[in-house]
């Protein structure tokens, strides 16, 4: 059974910083790529950022220069450091993540619940 967990949500003032994690814990023989996602209050589940296993990264426009991906491919672990946050980054960010649980199963794509960033003054 393959969770991830993230951490690291909390109150920041606009023009802050915070820093996520999401850890990958079971069953794993290979993590490929780790994203991360957003979703604010009504609003649909947004693409916040990817990173691969061989470290390459993407991100919209939205969050290009102000969020960075990186991972710890040791631990298991993504993390999502947010600088020069806005208002509209208020959402509960996701981890996601492609996963071969053995080395002869299929890759399997695995959510974590969630944390919440609320930004406000």
């Known amino acids: 059974q393959v969770q991830l967990v993230e951490s690291g949500g909390g109150l920041v003032q606009p023009g802050g910083s915070l820093r996520l994690s999401c850890a990958a814990s079971?069953?794993?023989?290979?993590?490929?790529?780790m994203r991360w996602f957003r979703q604010a209050p009504g609003e649909v589940r947004e693409w916040v950022t990817t990173?691969?296993?061989?470290?390459?990264?993407a991100y919209p426009d939205a969050v290009k220069g102000r969020f960075t991906i990186s991972r710890d491919n040791a631990k298991n672990t993504v993390y999502l450091q947010m600088n020069s946050l806005k208002p509209e980054d208020t959402a509960v960010y996701y981890c996601?993540?492609?996963?071969?649980?053995?080395?002869?199963?299929?890759?399997?794509?695995?959510w974590g619940k969630g944390t919440l960033v609320t930004v406000s003054s």
């Open positions: 996601n993540a492609d996963i071969m649980p053995t080395r002869l199963s299929r890759t399997l794509n695995y």
């Open positions: 079971g069953s794993i023989f290979s993590i490929n790529a």
């Open positions: 990173i691969d296993n061989t470290g390459s990264t």
